[in-house]
Structures are given as structure tokens and as C-alpha cells.
């Protein structure tokens, strides 16, 4: 599966707003392009821009520089990785210093379920693989819902979901403080609800793979390999 340039934005020094979206270029370039300014950038402000507040907050501030362009490089060979895996989409965030990875609740879970299906554990298990390769990062869970419903029902579905991929994950040895989830319900939806094919696209999960601080203070450093 391709990846697909996620529109990302920051913002810089002297309050102007910078929103770069370069599409068909290799994140460890767009690490870079921010500059020293782009250190700045403040997550919710970049959630905000790209439609979504949640996804700021997650991802935080882009590092930005050269530190910026050797995390941009790091992610790009795992996200390479990623794309291989049946049933994922694979994104580019904050520069390329971040990677977002979806699956259609359809592919992991059956109508008002929250037990993974086989074939989800089966993509689960090379992304878990991928994820003890790399291991200087954090990963964060976040299960949705469509509208159908309310949110008595929505919130511990997609709450219980999330923990159901964060504890498959552990059960593949990747480390417990590497992970956390969160279920949003149906607040956050990325198409319309009024037809199925929106409410289909609503009902996912995302998986946020963020730099931890360690990789971080190396790309500081200048040692990130």
C-alpha cells in the first residue's frame, strides 16, 4: 500500500503561519524544510489546521532543522515497512516526523465487536514485528465510531477496541510503556456520516507512532542512524 502525504502544518516565529504541503516528496526532506522556526510549532495549532484537534494534540510540536531531518529519515524506512501490511494506510505527519496508520474497524473487528478476527491479528502481528524493530518510540491507539448509535454505546466501544489492539500488541512483545489508547467515540469523524460508505471510513482505528525522547536527543545529537 502507497503512502499517502498527510496535509501538515506549523507554525513559525513572528505568529506567520507556514502550511507546507508537498506532495510526492520523501519526509526526511520535509523534516527539514521547517527550519529553526518551526520549532515553535504548537500541536494543537497543527491538529487544528488539518482538521482535526486530536491529532495536534497527539503528535505535538515538530522538531524541525536537522534533528527534524534525521527522524523524518528514521520514519520513512519504517513506514516503508508499514505499507506492506494488508488492510493499512499509512500517513505521513508533522513533517515526516510522525506516522499515523489506520484500519477499518471492518478489517479488525466484526459488526459491534471488539474481539479482533484472525486476519486482523495476522497484519497486527507483522506491525508489532515492525515495531520491535524500531524501538525509540511511543505509540499511541485511538479507536472511532460512526454516529449510529449513542454515545453510551460508542465511547466504551471504541475505548474497548483500542485496548484490544494495545493488548494484542503487548502480547507480540512490544513493551507495555511504549503504548496507551484512547476511545473517541464518534467525535472525531473523517467523512460523512449521512451514507455508508462515510460512516464506513468513521468506524477505524488509528495508531500514531511518535519519537520518543531518547530518539529525539540523538537526532539532536546528530547520532540518529
Given at each position: 500500500?502507497?503512502?499517502?502525504?498527510?496535509?501538515?502544518?506549523?507554525?513559525?516565529?513572528?505568529?506567520?503561519?507556514?502550511?507546507?504541503?508537498?506532495?510526492?516528496?520523501?519526509?526526511?526532506v520535509?523534516?527539514?524544510?521547517?527550519?529553526?522556526?518551526?520549532?515553535?510549532?504548537?500541536?494543537a495549532?497543527?491538529?487544528a489546521?488539518?482538521?482535526?484537534?486530536?491529532?495536534g494534540?497527539?503528535?505535538?510540536?515538530?522538531?524541525?532543522?536537522?534533528?527534524g531531518?534525521?527522524?523524518?529519515?528514521?520514519?520513512?524506512?519504517?513506514?516503508?515497512?508499514?505499507?506492506?501490511?494488508?488492510?493499512?494506510?499509512?500517513?505521513s505527519?508533522n513533517?515526516?516526523?510522525?506516522?499515523?496508520?489506520?484500519?477499518?474497524?471492518?478489517?479488525?473487528?466484526?459488526?459491534?465487536s471488539?474481539?479482533?478476527?484472525?486476519?486482523?491479528?495476522?497484519?497486527?502481528l507483522?506491525?508489532?514485528?515492525?515495531?520491535?524493530?524500531?524501538?525509540?518510540?511511543?505509540?499511541?491507539?485511538?479507536?472511532?465510531?460512526?454516529?449510529?448509535?449513542n454515545?453510551?454505546?460508542?465511547?466504551?466501544?471504541?475505548?474497548?477496541?483500542?485496548?484490544?489492539?494495545q493488548?494484542?500488541?503487548?502480547?507480540?512483545?512490544?513493551?507495555?510503556?511504549?503504548?496507551?489508547?484512547?476511545g473517541?467515540?464518534?467525535?472525531?469523524?473523517?467523512?460523512?456520516?449521512?451514507?455508508?460508505?462515510?460512516?464506513?471510513?468513521?468506524?477505524?482505528?488509528?495508531?500514531f507512532?511518535?519519537?520518543?525522547?531518547?530518539?529525539?536527543q540523538?537526532?539532536?545529537?546528530?547520532?540518529?542512524?
Open positions: 500500500m502507497r503512502i499517502i502525504n498527510f496535509v501538515v502544518a506549523s507554525i513559525v516565529c513572528l505568529s506567520v503561519l507556514s502550511c507546507e504541503v508537498i506532495q510526492n516528496t520523501n519526509s526526511s520535509k523534516g527539514g524544510v521547517v527550519g529553526t522556526g518551526a520549532g515553535a510549532a504548537v500541536g495549532g497543527v491538529g489546521l488539518a482538521g482535526n484537534t486530536g491529532v494534540a497527539i503528535i505535538g510540536a515538530v522538531v524541525g532543522g536537522t534533528a531531518v534525521l527522524i523524518g529519515h528514521k520514519m520513512d524506512k519504517q513506514r516503508k515497512e508499514l505499507e506492506k501490511i494488508e488492510g493499512a494506510k499509512v500517513e505527519v513533517n515526516g516526523e510522525a506516522t499515523k496508520v489506520t484500519f477499518e474497524s471492518g478489517i479488525l473487528f466484526s459488526t459491534n471488539f474481539t479482533l478476527n484472525d486476519v486482523s491479528k495476522a497484519s497486527l507483522r506491525f508489532a514485528e515492525s515495531l520491535r524493530n524500531n524501538p525509540e518510540t511511543n505509540v499511541e491507539i485511538l479507536g472511532h465510531t460512526d454516529n449510529t448509535g454515545d453510551g454505546i460508542n465511547i466504551p466501544l471504541s475505548q474497548q477496541r483500542a485496548a484490544s489492539v493488548n494484542y500488541l503487548i502480547s507480540q512483545g512490544v513493551a507495555t510503556h511504549r503504548l496507551v489508547s484512547y473517541k467515540g464518534s467525535a472525531e469523524p473523517v467523512a460523512s456520516n449521512d451514507n455508508a460508505a462515510g460512516r464506513s471510513q468513521n468506524r477505524r482505528v488509528e495508531i507512532i511518535l519519537a520518543n525522547a531518547k530518539m529525539i540523538d537526532a539532536q545529537q546528530g547520532s540518529l542512524k
